[in-house]
């Protein structure tokens, strides 16, 4: 692979230098210092509260790759649930909050590398889960299935981020 010599003469570059690479979809960046992607931000104002539209526009957002999700609302329970929903959004943390708005930022996104490992703690996590709810039906442990939610809302937000990963770096 070599280089164009304006551009390598330009950044006083020789044989044995590290550069920085950047993969954007089909595009490679090069630099001679650290790259950062260009961060993904989304908007959205949310009248009423309606949950279902506040879910599904969160888990759009965050299955889209969006960066940053900044979200106005008049309603204060707006803002309830999305600290609830935020919970679903693996590396996602509210990190600026008022009474009519709030910004959710990725501040720990699953790499593409661990893509592999995540899968794979999908299935196991589901599999497992789903043997836990078969028991609790066959028993008739009303009390087991109730304690099972948190396990669900786990397996859930695995689930999420698997499908950010697969539709960012399809």
Request: glycine share 2%; proline share 4%; hydrophobic share 45%.
């Amino acid at each position: 692979l070599s280089l164009p010599a304006k551009w390598v003469n330009i950044h006083h570059l020789k044989a044995g230098d590290e550069l920085e690479v950047l993969e954007l979809k089909d595009s490679l960046i090069l630099s001679t210092s650290e790259i950062r992607p260009p961060t993904k931000r989304i908007s959205f104002n949310c009248i009423e509260l309606d949950w279902w539209r506040v879910r599904k526009f969160l888990f759009s957002a965050y299955k889209s790759g969006f960066d940053e999700i900044e979200v106005n609302f008049k309603d204060p329970k707006v803002l309830e649930a999305i600290n609830r929903e935020a919970e679903m959004l693996l590396g996602f943390e509210i990190i600026t909050q008022r009474k009519d708005y709030c910004l959710l930022k990725n501040v720990a996104s699953p790499l593409k590398e661990s893509f592999p490992d995540l899968v794979n703690k999908t299935f196991l996590f589901t599999i497992s889960f789903l043997d836990d709810v078969i028991v609790a039906f066959d028993t008739k442990n009303l009390k087991s299935l109730a304690d099972l939610e948190l396990r669900e809302r786990t397996q859930n937000k695995l689930v999420q981020a698997v499908l950010r990963l697969l539709l960012e770096y399809r």
